[in-house]
């Protein structure tokens, strides 16, 4: 089992562009969740897909949207990119079966993001 | 409003000394608190989780609810505890971090 797989390592974009952000969860886990960590911070929790739909939203603005698909793997997506959107963008997945409260949440190793 | 402090972001100590890392939070629930960490190069992972009432490589943690904190400790700290800690709260459904605290322990 490779565990929670993100693509692409690293990703540079200019202002005003869009970028989409890809995860595989763990196998047998069905909810995936997106973490964005600016350097020094903790991750910030964007949102929460399970049964391919938002579940859970963080405090981001609408320019930030995912998606879940058939076999649990998703995309975040982030339009009109700003300079502040650089970050390590994080993707953990659980196995949640209709329970939110269970939150044992296995990491992908990350997407860098540098938005000059 | 739902938050995690840790007041630290780094805690130096030499081998074999106790280590305690602070966590207090804010939520007006019961809430459900964990500790992850991050190793050097490697994934962000689970240490431990509250309700488990479990000791992970020998760190435990006690909720208490009267000071809102969840202090990460271990009695003697080895080389290899050397790491990211991070604190989470999971409130409403959410996930909450602290900035978290680099541990350095030195021989």
């Known amino acids: 089992d490779a565990g929670v797989t993100q693509s692409p390592t690293h990703l540079i974009k200019t202002r005003g562009q869009q970028v989409t952000l890809r995860c595989s969860p763990k196998s047998g886990h069905d909810t995936v969740s997106w973490y964005q960590q600016a350097l020094g911070q903790g991750p910030q929790f964007i949102f929460q897909y399970y049964e391919e739909e938002e579940r859970q939203r963080g405090n981001f603005p609408d320019r930030f949207s995912g998606h879940q698909f058939p076999n649990y793997s998703s995309e975040l997506n982030v339009n009109a990119l700003l300079l502040g959107d650089s970050a390590l963008y994080l993707c953990?997945?659980?196995?949640?079966?209709?329970?939110?409260?269970?939150?044992?949440?296995?990491f992908g190793s990350g997407t860098q993001l540098s938005v000059l | 409003a739902q938050r995690v402090t840790q007041p630290e972001k780094l805690l130096s100590v030499f081998k074999g000394a106790p280590v305690e890392l602070k966590c207090n939070y804010s939520?007006?629930?019961?809430?459900?608190l964990f500790w992850y960490v991050q190793y050097s190069r490697q994934r962000l992972q689970l240490l431990l989780r509250?309700?488990s009432r479990e000791s992970i490589k020998g760190f435990t943690a006690d909720l208490n609810k009267g000071e809102t904190s969840f202090h990460l400790k271990k009695p003697f700290a080895q080389e290899e505890d050397s790491a990211m800690y991070y604190c989470a709260l999971l409130g409403y459904n959410k996930l909450i971090f602290g900035a978290g605290t680099r541990l350095a322990v030195h021989p």
């Open positions: 953990a997945s659980s196995f949640r079966q209709g329970n939110p409260t269970n939150e044992k949440l296995f």
């Open positions: 939520y007006s629930g019961s809430p459900e």
């Open positions: 509250h309700i």
